[in-house]
Protein backbone atom coordinates (compact mmCIF):
# COMPACT_ATOMS: atom_id res chain seq x y z
CA UNK A 1 0.00 0.00 0.00
CA UNK A 2 1.36 3.39 -0.74
CA UNK A 3 2.09 5.66 2.07
CA UNK A 4 3.12 9.80 2.23
CA UNK A 5 6.55 9.22 4.04
CA UNK A 6 7.40 13.31 3.79
CA UNK A 7 6.74 15.96 7.04
CA UNK A 8 2.88 16.28 8.04
CA UNK A 9 3.43 19.77 8.63
CA UNK A 10 4.32 20.33 4.52
CA UNK A 11 0.75 18.72 3.60
CA UNK A 12 -0.51 21.59 5.84
CA UNK A 13 1.49 24.32 4.35
CA UNK A 14 0.86 23.26 0.87
CA UNK A 15 -2.98 23.86 1.66
CA UNK A 16 -2.34 27.01 3.52
CA UNK A 17 -4.89 25.60 6.31
CA UNK A 18 -4.35 23.16 9.64
CA UNK A 19 -5.07 20.15 8.98
CA UNK A 20 -4.20 18.85 12.22
CA UNK A 21 -2.58 15.75 11.02
CA UNK A 22 -0.07 15.71 14.11
CA UNK A 23 -2.85 15.87 17.14
CA UNK A 24 -1.82 18.21 20.11
CA UNK A 25 1.39 19.60 17.97
CA UNK A 26 -0.93 21.42 15.48
CA UNK A 27 -2.48 23.31 18.62
CA UNK A 28 1.32 24.30 20.25
CA UNK A 29 3.38 27.13 19.20
CA UNK A 30 5.89 24.42 18.10
CA UNK A 31 3.52 23.61 14.62
CA UNK A 32 5.76 24.92 11.84
CA UNK A 33 2.49 26.35 9.97
CA UNK A 34 2.75 29.13 13.21
CA UNK A 35 6.00 30.37 11.83
CA UNK A 36 5.50 29.62 7.96
CA UNK A 37 2.35 29.54 6.74
CA UNK A 38 2.73 29.70 3.13
CA UNK A 39 3.25 26.79 0.55
CA UNK A 40 6.61 24.77 1.31
CA UNK A 41 9.34 25.08 -1.98
CA UNK A 42 11.53 28.12 -3.09
CA UNK A 43 8.21 29.82 -4.70
CA UNK A 44 5.97 29.42 -2.09
CA UNK A 45 5.62 32.98 -0.87
CA UNK A 46 5.48 34.53 -4.34
CA UNK A 47 3.15 32.50 -6.31
CA UNK A 48 0.54 34.12 -8.30
CA UNK A 49 -3.57 33.94 -8.43
CA UNK A 50 -4.57 30.65 -8.27
CA UNK A 51 -6.88 29.50 -11.21
CA UNK A 52 -10.57 27.81 -10.91
CA UNK A 53 -8.99 24.21 -10.83
CA UNK A 54 -6.28 24.85 -8.56
CA UNK A 55 -8.59 25.37 -6.05
CA UNK A 56 -10.73 22.49 -6.96
CA UNK A 57 -7.40 20.51 -6.97
CA UNK A 58 -6.19 22.06 -3.55
CA UNK A 59 -9.53 21.44 -1.58
CA UNK A 60 -9.98 17.56 -3.35
CA UNK A 61 -5.96 17.44 -1.67
CA UNK A 62 -7.15 18.87 1.12
CA UNK A 63 -9.61 16.34 1.88
CA UNK A 64 -8.07 13.79 0.76
CA UNK A 65 -5.46 14.05 3.34
CA UNK A 66 -7.51 15.27 6.30
CA UNK A 67 -8.69 11.73 6.21
CA UNK A 68 -5.46 9.78 5.15
CA UNK A 69 -6.93 8.79 1.79
CA UNK A 70 -5.33 7.76 -1.46
CA UNK A 71 -6.58 9.04 -5.03
CA UNK A 72 -8.23 5.67 -6.19
CA UNK A 73 -9.99 4.78 -2.79
CA UNK A 74 -11.41 8.85 -2.54
CA UNK A 75 -12.05 8.92 -6.46
CA UNK A 76 -14.46 4.78 -5.12
CA UNK A 77 -15.87 7.18 -2.70
CA UNK A 78 -17.33 10.22 -5.04
CA UNK A 79 -18.80 7.75 -7.19
CA UNK A 80 -20.50 5.79 -4.35
CA UNK A 81 -21.73 9.16 -3.25
CA UNK A 82 -22.86 10.12 -6.67
CA UNK A 83 -25.07 6.98 -7.01
CA UNK A 84 -26.85 7.45 -3.77
CA UNK A 85 -29.96 9.77 -3.50
CA UNK A 86 -29.15 13.35 -2.51
CA UNK A 87 -26.69 16.13 -2.82
CA UNK A 88 -23.21 14.75 -3.83
CA UNK A 89 -20.82 16.12 -1.75
CA UNK A 90 -23.37 15.74 1.85
CA UNK A 91 -22.66 11.99 1.10
CA UNK A 92 -19.33 12.10 0.47
CA UNK A 93 -18.31 14.19 3.68
CA UNK A 94 -21.22 11.67 5.49
CA UNK A 95 -18.94 8.52 3.56
CA UNK A 96 -15.48 9.71 4.58
CA UNK A 97 -16.67 10.87 8.09
CA UNK A 98 -18.08 7.14 8.67
CA UNK A 99 -14.78 5.27 8.53
CA UNK A 100 -14.17 3.19 11.58
CA UNK A 101 -10.36 5.47 12.24
CA UNK A 102 -12.40 8.73 11.86
CA UNK A 103 -14.72 7.73 14.33
CA UNK A 104 -12.01 6.73 17.03
CA UNK A 105 -10.32 9.71 16.61
CA UNK A 106 -13.74 11.89 16.94
CA UNK A 107 -14.51 9.93 20.03
CA UNK A 108 -11.24 11.35 21.99
CA UNK A 109 -9.60 7.66 21.69
CA UNK A 110 -6.83 9.00 19.34
CA UNK A 111 -4.96 12.56 19.16
CA UNK A 112 -4.86 12.50 15.02
CA UNK A 113 -6.06 10.11 12.47
CA UNK A 114 -2.99 8.65 11.90
CA UNK A 115 -2.97 7.11 15.18
CA UNK A 116 -6.60 6.00 15.27
CA UNK A 117 -5.81 4.28 12.04
CA UNK A 118 -2.75 2.73 13.60
CA UNK A 119 -4.89 2.00 16.86
CA UNK A 120 -7.10 0.55 14.24
CA UNK A 121 -4.74 -1.99 11.89
CA UNK A 122 -3.55 -3.75 14.70
CA UNK A 123 -6.80 -4.64 15.62
CA UNK A 124 -7.77 -3.08 18.96
CA UNK A 125 -11.08 -2.40 18.33
CA UNK A 126 -14.66 -4.68 17.97
CA UNK A 127 -17.51 -3.33 16.07
CA UNK A 128 -20.54 -5.32 17.93
CA UNK A 129 -18.54 -7.75 19.28
CA UNK A 130 -16.37 -8.74 16.23
CA UNK A 131 -12.42 -7.91 16.05
CA UNK A 132 -12.65 -4.95 12.99
CA UNK A 133 -8.62 -4.09 11.66
CA UNK A 134 -9.81 -2.20 8.37
CA UNK A 135 -9.79 1.49 8.78
CA UNK A 136 -12.07 2.02 5.74
CA UNK A 137 -14.79 0.29 7.48
CA UNK A 138 -17.84 1.72 7.31
CA UNK A 139 -20.19 2.26 10.74
CA UNK A 140 -24.14 2.15 10.60
CA UNK A 141 -26.47 3.64 13.00
CA UNK A 142 -26.68 1.57 16.20
CA UNK A 143 -22.99 -0.20 16.19
CA UNK A 144 -21.31 -0.55 18.97
CA UNK A 145 -17.38 -0.02 18.69
CA UNK A 146 -15.26 -1.27 21.98
CA UNK A 147 -11.37 -1.55 22.44
CA UNK A 148 -10.49 -4.65 23.06
CA UNK A 149 -10.63 -5.92 26.63
CA UNK A 150 -6.59 -6.96 26.46
CA UNK A 151 -5.45 -3.55 24.99
CA UNK A 152 -7.42 -1.17 27.76
CA UNK A 153 -4.00 -1.45 29.60
CA UNK A 154 -2.21 -0.25 26.95
CA UNK A 155 -0.51 2.83 27.39
CA UNK A 156 -2.34 4.81 24.41
CA UNK A 157 -5.53 3.97 26.02
CA UNK A 158 -4.85 4.66 29.27
CA UNK A 159 -3.66 8.46 28.31
CA UNK A 160 -7.30 8.66 26.22
CA UNK A 161 -9.41 7.27 28.87
CA UNK A 162 -8.47 10.31 31.33
CA UNK A 163 -8.20 12.61 28.50
CA UNK A 164 -11.86 11.73 27.21
CA UNK A 165 -14.26 14.77 27.85
CA UNK A 166 -11.31 17.13 26.28
CA UNK A 167 -12.31 17.19 23.08
CA UNK A 168 -16.53 17.59 21.89
CA UNK A 169 -17.63 14.87 20.66
CA UNK A 170 -19.69 14.77 17.51
CA UNK A 171 -23.50 14.69 18.79
CA UNK A 172 -24.04 11.44 16.47
CA UNK A 173 -21.41 9.39 18.62
CA UNK A 174 -21.49 8.74 22.53
CA UNK A 175 -19.31 7.84 24.45
CA UNK A 176 -18.72 5.71 27.48
CA UNK A 177 -15.20 6.15 28.95
CA UNK A 178 -16.35 3.34 31.89
CA UNK A 179 -16.48 1.08 29.02
CA UNK A 180 -13.99 2.19 26.62
CA UNK A 181 -17.38 2.18 24.62
CA UNK A 182 -18.33 4.30 21.31
CA UNK A 183 -22.29 4.16 20.67
CA UNK A 184 -23.04 5.34 16.89
CA UNK A 185 -26.70 6.67 17.13
CA UNK A 186 -27.28 7.85 14.04
CA UNK A 187 -25.20 9.01 10.20
CA UNK A 188 -24.07 12.44 10.68
CA UNK A 189 -25.58 15.24 8.63
CA UNK A 190 -23.61 17.73 6.85
CA UNK A 191 -24.48 20.60 8.63
CA UNK A 192 -22.51 18.80 12.01
CA UNK A 193 -19.92 17.78 10.29
CA UNK A 194 -16.96 20.75 11.45
CA UNK A 195 -14.75 19.48 8.39
CA UNK A 196 -13.43 23.12 6.67
CA UNK A 197 -14.21 21.67 2.86
CA UNK A 198 -15.73 22.96 0.31
CA UNK A 199 -17.03 19.50 -0.70
CA UNK A 200 -19.23 21.44 -4.00
CA UNK A 201 -15.42 22.09 -5.07
CA UNK A 202 -14.67 18.65 -5.38
CA UNK A 203 -17.51 17.65 -6.82
CA UNK A 204 -17.42 20.43 -9.81
CA UNK A 205 -13.76 18.88 -10.10
CA UNK A 206 -14.45 15.59 -10.82
CA UNK A 207 -17.74 16.20 -13.06
CA UNK A 208 -15.96 17.68 -15.80
Known sequence: MARYTAADCKRCRREKVKLFLKGSKCESAKCPFEKRPYPPGQHGRGRSKDSEYLLQLREKQKATRIY????KQFRGYYEEAHRRQGKTGDNLMRILETRLD???YRAGFAKSRDMARQLVCHGHFTVNGH???IPSYRVQPNDIIEVRPGSREMTPFVVAHAEIGERTVPAW???IPSKMRILVHSLPSRQIIDTQVQ???IV???SK
Do not use: H, P, S
Open 204 to 206: ELY
Open 199 to 201: EQL
Open 131 to 133: KVD
Open 102 to 104: NVV
Open 173 to 175: LEV
Open 68 to 71: GVLE
